[in-house]
């Protein structure tokens, strides 16, 4: 049975760039669904509820570069849903540990990262637990049909704000030219994992007690978070989140995930200062994301800027048309929104 809704917009995918186009439309009382297959919003910012601990497997931080992000950050802050982070930020290689300091303000979702999503999503229309398999033109609108063949809409427009390599397959059969731009994005993929740990670690020689996170420059380690050290969250027990290399996790995509949770954690000790002891974890586990991050994306042009409009009301927008941050992802659906908004002005 289809399902009737009287929204113009349908928008697929509840990350941030589908939120901030939701709301940009939202705001100027455009009528907007939005579908994910998750059950909730967040996408790659979604943190992951473990017995004891909440731990973020996506991003870690966002980082402020533009005003209209910047407001955005402070509502958030306002309402107590972001708050600085990491403020004790150190490096480790094979030379030792140091604090790295670069004057850069860094921002986290509190009590948790998917915070600031879920503060976007307040008031709208979403539908979880719905992955959109095909897009369908009937007389000059747009259904969507999801994993069980129900059909959503109608809709005059539909906004795909997933990544570009999953967006290419729902346009394609309408728009080669919007599918082709998406293949030329290259998202890489990147393995998380979590450890939740029997004890505190031990204190570091030359490190401050309240380190935060550290970014590693050194085997298949890029980035470690301490979740309990993250704000609203000191309740919590030592939770680790380990995030590899991409091309570290390119080579080993299809391997096994216990696995892969084993040996980033043994890299962890190995990164630790001669002599201190790794404690034993209590939970371990990883999380394998295909398209994490855009490592070729696709710079905007004049017209489209960092999204992209194709034919009949089908748009594009998400972090693959912009770069590789959440700033870059919000800017892209925050655009996009205002140009729909413009457009049927
Ligand atoms: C491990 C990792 C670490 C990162 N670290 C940082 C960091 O520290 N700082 C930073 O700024 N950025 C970081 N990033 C990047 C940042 O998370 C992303 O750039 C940003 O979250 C992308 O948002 P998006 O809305 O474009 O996409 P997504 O967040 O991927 O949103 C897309 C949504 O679409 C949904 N979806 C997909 N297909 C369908 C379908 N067919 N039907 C319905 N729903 C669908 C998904 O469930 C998802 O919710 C990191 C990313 C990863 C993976």
Do not use: Y
């Not at 009382?29 to 909440?54: I, N, T």
């Not at 309408?174 to 998380?192: G, K, N, T, Y």
């Not at 550290?214 to 919590?236: E, I, M, T």
């Amino acid at each position: 049975m289809p399902t009737s809704l009287p929204h113009t917009t349908a928008i697929i995918g509840a990350g941030i760039a589908g939120l901030a186009c939701a709301r940009a439309l939202h705001d100027a009382g455009r009528r907007v669904v939005l579908f994910d297959k998750a059950r909730g919003p967040g996408g790659r910012m979604s943190s992951r509820r473990l017995p004891g601990a909440v731990v973020d497997l996506g991003a870690q931080f966002f980082s402020v570069r533009d005003d209209a992000f910047r407001r955005q950050v402070e509502t958030w802050r306002a309402a107590g849903r972001a708050a600085p982070w990491p403020e004790a930020l150190w490096q480790a290689d094979e030379g030792g540990w140091r604090r790295h300091r670069d004057g850069r303000e860094r921002f986290i979702g509190s009590p948790r990262m998917s915070a600031v999503t879920r503060q976007l999503a307040d008031g709208l229309d979403l539908i979880g637990e719905t992955r959109i398999v095909r897009l369908e033109r009937q007389a000059a609108q747009w259904w969507l049909v999801d994993q069980g063949e129900t059909r959503h809409g109608p809709f005059d427009r539909v906004v795909v704000a997933v990544p570009s390599s999953q967006a290419g397959p729902l346009v394609e059969p309408h728009d080669p030219a919007l599918a082709a731009a998406c293949e030329a994005v290259i998202q890489r993929p990147c393995w998380a994992a979590w450890a939740l740990l029997d004890s505190p670690l031990p204190s570091l020689p030359g490190v401050d007690d309240a380190w935060q996170a550290v970014q590693v420059r050194q085997g298949p380690l890029r980035f470690v978070s301490r979740n309990d050290h993250k704000p609203g969250r000191a309740d919590q027990g030592e939770s680790l989140t380990l995030l590899a290399h991409l091309d570290w996790s390119q080579a080993r995509l299809e391997a096994d995930t216990d696995e892969v949770a084993r040996q980033l954690l043994a890299a962890f000790a190995a990164v630790l200062p001669a002599g201190s002891e790794m404690p034993r974890p209590r939970s371990l586990g990883a999380h394998r994301w295909r398209f994490a991050q855009p490592d070729v994306f696709a710079r905007g042009e004049a017209v489209n800027r960092d999204h992209r409009l194709g034919s009949d009301g089908l748009a594009l927008c998400g972090d693959g048309w912009r770069g590789p941050r959440v700033e870059d992802a919000w800017l892209s659906g925050h655009h996009l929104g205002g140009t729909l908004v413009a457009i049927d002005a």
